[in-house]
C-alpha cells in the first residue's frame, strides 16, 4: 500500500529562514549574484553530504569574466559545511572514495589535462589519484573496493591534423573528424598508475558506472558524436569490463537519460522515452542486466521522472514531477509503490543516497537550489546560499490552470506584479520555455533570461505557460503538438494572455512574449503572425525559417522524430508557412534579436533572417539584432548574462510598460553598474 507523507507546505519550521524585514525589490545586479547547491554525494555511511557552490564572477561589482566556478564543501548537518579545496579550484565529478575516507573529483591543475583527485575527508592536501597521459579525464567511478578508478577519456589526439594546424592548414572538416571517447582503468596507490589499463568499449561512450562485483560496467553509448545520435540513437550496453564484450543491450527506441545501477547489480533503472516519437526521457524503466529486458514503470502517466537513485536496502527513490510540483517517490525492487512524499513548496531536482541518507536539492518560489536531507518525516535544510534575499520582497507566485479554446486544460505559473495588479491590469509579460519538451515548476524562475522576480518588482506580471508540447503532463500531451507548428502550441499561450486579461491581471495591450530556443520561436511567432496580440518581444537563439533551420541545426533526425513530424520536401509550402519570416508582414511589434555567435542548434543565421526580413520589409518597426561572441545556444559567461538581462528588460520598459510601439529605440549599450568594468565608459 502506497503511504503518502503529506507536508505543509509552508515546509515546517526546518526549512525556512527567519524573516527579515522585506526592504526592496529583486535587480538584474542580484541576479549576477546568485549562487546555488551544483553537485552533491552522500558518504557511504550517510553521515557526510559533499556539494559543490556553482557561482558566475560577480562582474557587477568588478570582477573578472568567466563562466560558473564550483566550491567543494562537506556538511554533517544544517549549515555547518567546511570548504576542503583552495578557492582556485574549481571541480567536477564529486564523489566519495568506497571507504568514505576521501573526496574525489576531476580537475586540471594549472595547463595539465583534467585528471582525477582526491582530498581526504579528515584533513590532508588534494592528490592526483589517476589520470590518462595527454588527454582529459571527462568522467570516472570508482571499483567498488576501492583498488582502481576507471576514466572516461578524451579520444586520442589526431596527430596529423594537429601537425598540419601548426603550419597554417587548420581547416575544420564537418562532423567527420570528432573521434570516439575512451574507457581506461588505474591502480589506486601511493603513486599515480603511469600505464591505466585502456578497456574496448562500444561507440561514443558519454557516461558509464560500475556495479557492485567489479565486473560488470553500464555504459551509454551512440554510434557517433554527432548530437543527433545522442538524442535518438544512444542505448545502454552492459559490458564485461575484463574484454570489454556486451553482454546485454537495452534496446530503447528513444531517448535515453539517467541509467542507475541496484546494489545487487541485478537491475538498472533507467529513464528514457517510450517510442522512437516521445519528446523527451520522462519514463521510468526497470531493466533486467542479465537480458537487457525493460519495463516502465508510470508510462502514461502525467508527471515526468526527472532523477533515479537506488537505495541501499535495494528500494528505488525516484524524482518525479506532477505538472508544476514535485514528488519523491520510493519504489520496491519489483516495481511496486512503498510511498510517496510531497515535499510542500519544495521543487526536487535531483537525489543522492547512502547508508540512511537521503539527500535532494531543490528550489522554491523564494529560493534557488539549495541542500535538503530527508529526516524524521520532513526535508531539512541543510544550507543556505544567498542569505541577502532575505532582504527581497518577493511578489507572489502561484499555479494557475485555464482552458484552451479547443477545450484542453493547461497549467502554468505566475508571479504578480509586486503589490498586486493594477486596475486595468499590468503590463504582462509571457515567458515561454524552450524545448518544447520541458516544464515550469512552482519553484524559483528568476535567471538572467526569465524576468521572474525582477519583472514582478518592475510592476510586470511574468506568466510561465506549460503549454501543449510540455513534460510533465503525460507523454500524449508532450506529443499534442507534433505535426502542427505554431499551431495549438502558441493558441495555448494566446488563450493564456486572454484568461489573465478577463481575470484582471494582464492588460491585453500591454502584454509582451519572451523565451529561447523554441521559446524563441513563439516569441518570434508572436512578433510577427500574432504581432497584434504582442506590444513587444524579446527572442532569443529563436527559430525564424523552419527551412533552413533544418539545413543549419545539428539534431535534424530530432527535430523530425518528435516535432515536425515530416520533412521540409515533403510540404516546402506549408513548412514556410509556420516560419515567422513568412508572416513579417504583419509585424508591427518591437522585437529585440539575441543569439550565440557560435550557436550550433539554432545557427544565428535564424536570427540574421528575421531581422533583415523585418528591416527591409518593415522599416517603421522597431528591431535590434544582439549577437554574442564565444556564446553558443545559451550564454554562459556572467558579463553575456548580466548584459542580457539588462537589455531584456529595457527593452520591455522601452516599449511594453509604456506600451508605445513607436517609441525610439534605446541607446545601443545598457547602462551597467557603478562596480562594473566598463561603466564609466558607459555612463560617458
Known sequence: MTRKLVLAATLLGSVSIAATAAARPMTPEDVAKLESVGAMAVSPDGSRVAYTTASLPDVTEGEDNGSFRQELKIATAPNTAAAYLPADISPSGVTFSPDGSMVSFVWAKDDDKRAVWGVPVYGGAQRKLAEVADTNVRSYAWAPDGSAIYMLASAEADKQRDTQSKGGFNAVVYEEEDRLNRLFRATVGENVDGEPQEI??????????????????????????????????????????TSGRVTALVETPGKLGDVEISPDGAQLSMIAGVDINDPADTTLHLVDVSTGNYRALNAGAAEAAVDAEWLPD????????????????????????????????LILTGVEAAGNTIAVSANSPTHPTELFVWNNGAFQRWTTHNPWLSEIDFATQRTLTYTARDGQEVEGILIEPLGGAPAGGAPTIMMVHGGPEAHYSNGWLTAYSMPGQVGAGEGYAVFHPNYRGSTAYGTAFSKAHQNDYAGKEFNDIVDAKRHLVAEGIADGDRTGITGGSYGGYASAWGATALSEEYAAAVMF???????????????PVEMFNVHSRKWPWENWMGMLEVSPIYHVDKAETPILIMHGAEDTRVAPSQSYELYRNIKVRKPDTPVRLVLYPGEGHGNRLAASRYDYNLRMMRWFDTYLKTGDRDAPLPAPRPQLAEGAKGAKASEE
Request: hydrophobic letters at 40%; charged letters at 20%; glycine letters at 10%.
Open 200 to 241: 574496448v568499449i562500444p561507440g561514443y561512450v558519454s557516461s558509464f558506472d560500475i556495479a557492485s562485483d567489479g565486473r560488470t560496467g553500464v555504459v551509454q553509448s551512440a554510434p557517433t558524436p554527432n548530437v543527433d545520435d545522442s538524442y535518438t540513437a544512444k542505448r545502454a550496453h552492459v559490458i564485461d569490463l
Open 314 to 345: 535495494g528500494r528505488l527513490a525516484a524524482v518525479i514531477h506532477v505538472g508544476a510540483q514535485s514528488r519523491l517517490r520510493i519504489y520496491n525492487a519489483d516495481g511496486s509503490v512503498a510511498e510517496e512524499i510531497d515535499p510542500g513548496a
Open 541 to 555: 537563439v529563436g527559430i525564424s525559417n523552419q527551412i533552413s533551420k533544418f539545413g543549419t541545426t545539428d539534431i
